[in-house]
């Protein structure tokens, strides 16, 4: 098991609503990064916060936005839902600066269904 | 952008037999290929890397051998065991890709008892 929590484990929303996420990083990390994991797919970056600041960014809408807050953890939050958001959300912990910053560990993830 | 396969997307074996299953990718700058297992309802789980200066890593039951020239990598499981069947997703990434992991699609590994 890894350090990483996240919050809540389940969610329903219906189209259109926002919802916030929620990732604990682990011990010593300094690093989030966010996936999103579709029924049956790979995991697919959406972003990185490290220093409070996004770094890096993949192919997702600005509707999926987040934050990195000084204690290192980190909020997704996304905006006008759509029923293909639907996935589970993983939160991935890493360190920056200390070696092997390569390294990311996943947390549960929190399961999203959007009706 | 990279893109990584895996194959096969299932796979069935018996008990105490070998498993394996294969990535490639296409960006030959990746310098770095972890393996991940995932459980049902649980997120993945970091079982073992490789970086690209090194050809093979193991861990007790557990190995990745890596290709650069190919550019494609392995996970080789021996004398599997029925708490090793799971969903497997191999990654790589590198300086080049902005620190996010390329997933490929997963594997199913189903150890029959």
């Known amino acids: 098991e890894t350090g990483v929590t996240q919050s809540p484990t389940h969610l329903i929303k219906t189209r259109g609503q926002q919802v916030t996420l929620r990732c604990s990083s682990q011990s010593g990390h300094n690093t989030v990064s966010w996936y999103q994991q579709a029924l049956g797919q790979g995991p697919q970056f959406i972003f990185q916060y490290y220093r409070e600041e996004e770094n890096g960014r993949g192919n997702f809408p600005p509707r999926f936005s987040g934050l990195q807050f000084p204690n290192y953890s980190s909020e997704l939050n996304v905006n006008a839902l759509e029923l293909d958001d639907s996935a589970l959300y993983l939160c991935a912990s890493s360190r920056t600066g200390g070696g092997s910053e390569e390294t990311q560990y996943f947390g549960p993830g929190t399961r999203l269904l959007v009706l | 952008g990279e893109n990584v396969e895996q194959h096969p997307s299932t796979l069935s074996v018996q008990e105490g037999d070998s498993a394996v299953i294969k990535c490639t990718y296409s960006?030959?700058?990746?310098?770095?290929f972890p393996w991940y297992k995932q459980e049902l309802g649980k997120g993945p789980q970091l079982i073992i890397d490789i970086r690209s200066n090194v050809g093979e890593k193991k861990d007790q039951r557990i190995a990745v051998t890596l290709n650069k020239t190919a550019k494609h990598f392995s996970l080789h499981i021996t004398e599997t065991q029925p708490e090793d069947s799971a969903v497997y997703f191999c990654?790589?990434?590198?300086?080049?890709?902005?620190?996010?992991?390329?997933f490929g699609t997963g594997t199913s590994l189903t150890v029959i008892p």
């Open positions: 990654a790589a990434s590198g300086p080049h890709t902005g620190n996010q992991f390329y």
């Open positions: 960006d030959s700058a990746s310098n770095y």
